[in-house]
């Protein structure tokens, strides 16, 4: 046996996994969604709290249910960023003493990478791959030659894909983060290829950007303030049945629609566009991973560009999607097992590279 704890801090879940060779042994997650949702988006100060407060009995649950001791654990696994830095630092902190009190291996971990490495739980990754990041904070496109080497191929200019289906969420006045409702109502309509723009997507580059696909949708809601839901469904409460009840589900879902596709094909024709350039490189798969990858429409688009590309298409279950611990601890006995050791130096890096 040889065990990795992998633990996660970086936003607004704080999630702990333990695995074992590749497989994942247990796994605890505390969303604090409800927490922020008050507030329309993550308030970082309450996120770190939050962290503080729940890391020390969930470690608790996760080693009973394992029916492990802490001193079984070789590696210690700790995402280091990008992230929220106080979120960061709690994580980290607490990583650094486990390692310190057990003499575990300390191994920071790369937030991005890991969501990459997160299908790899659910089955094998062919390399090299392609990857679509696809989250609330980032929108970027990797070659993934080996299961340690990740190169940036093209990222967002300001939004991420997540950031505009929560603001386009909001604007319809639904709770954050709104984009699985956006999802779900699309699913019962057709889209209408005019009404939103594809942003971004007339030039040659890689990257993505999202920001005036948020504008043209509060465009949308001011010219149509009737689908402006008068007051922001409760949790639990069905919003289809309260869209019904308005006399607006119909015109909702269209609207809906319409926007999964925007954003599906705009990442459609930049994952097309990525493969391209890369030909020469023998991509196998490709990879999509990120809280947005959950999305039904992105998922079939994704799946249609590797058919395209006679590629494997590799999609996550929806738990391996949105942050978790387990693509942590995966991806931190990839690296502990090349040897890589961090000592009680390592530093939280917020943004940017990892
Ligand atoms: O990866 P993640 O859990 O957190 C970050 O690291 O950012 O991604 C969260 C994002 C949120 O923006 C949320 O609205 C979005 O993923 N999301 C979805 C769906 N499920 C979650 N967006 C569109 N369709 C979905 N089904
Ligand atoms: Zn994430």
New binding site residues.
């Given amino acids: 046996m040889s065990l990795t704890l992998g633990i996660e801090t970086?936003?607004?879940?704080t999630a702990l996994a333990l695995v074992d060779g590749g497989k994942l042994i247990a796994e605890r997650i505390a969303t604090q969604i409800d927490a922020h949702a008050l507030f329309g988006g993550v308030v970082p100060e309450l996120a770190s709290r939050e962290h503080l407060r729940v890391l020390s009995p969930l470690l608790d649950e996760l080693l009973n249910e394992a029916g492990v001791a802490l001193a079984d654990v070789q590696n210690i696994a700790i995402a280091r960023g990008p992230?929220l830095l106080g979120s960061l630092l709690v994580g980290m902190s607490f990583a650094k003493g486990l390692a310190l009190a057990t003499g575990a291996r300390l191994v920071g971990v790369n937030?991005l990478w890991a969501?990459l490495t997160a299908p790899a739980l659910a089955e094998d990754i062919q390399y090299p791959a392609l990857g679509l990041l696809?989250?609330?904070?980032?929108t970027q496109t990797y070659c993934i030659r080996t299961p340690l080497d990740f190169q940036v191929l093209g990222r967002t200019l300001d939004d991420?894909?997540?950031?505009a289906?929560?603001k386009a969420?909001k604007s319809f006045n639904f709770p954050?983060?709104?984009?699985?409702y956006?999802?779900?109502l699309g699913q019962l309509s057709e889209p209408d290829k005019k009404m939103f723009p594809r942003p971004y997507v007339n030039n040659d580059n890689l990257d993505f950007s999202f920001s005036g696909l948020k504008t043209a949708v509060v465009n949308f809601v001011d010219a149509h303030p009737h689908l402006r839901l008068p007051k922001m469904p409760g949790p639990g409460e069905n919003v289809q049945d309260l869209l019904k009840e308005a006399g607006i589900l119909d015109e909702f879902a269209h609207a809906c629609a319409s926007f999964?596709w925007a954003?599906a094909d705009a990442l459609r024709i930049k994952v097309d566009r990525a493969l391209m350039q890369v030909k020469d490189e023998g991509i196998r798969s490709l990879v999509v991973?990120?809280?947005?990858?959950?999305?039904?429409v992105?998922r079939q688009t994704m799946i249609e560009v590797a058919k395209a590309h006679k590629l494997h298409c590799v999609l996550p279950p929806?738990n391996l999607?949105?942050?978790n611990g387990a693509m942590i601890a995966v991806l931190g006995e990839r690296l502990a097992e090349a040897g890589l050791r961090h000592d009680l130096n390592l530093e939280a890096i917020p943004r940017g590279r990892a």
């Fill in positions: 970086s936003c607004d879940e992230g937030h969501h696809v989250s609330g904070g980032h991420a894909a997540g950031e289906f929560d969420a954050y983060p709104g984009g699985k956006i999802d779900i999964n954003v991973a990120g809280g947005v990858a959950a999305n039904s992105i929806l999607c949105t942050d």
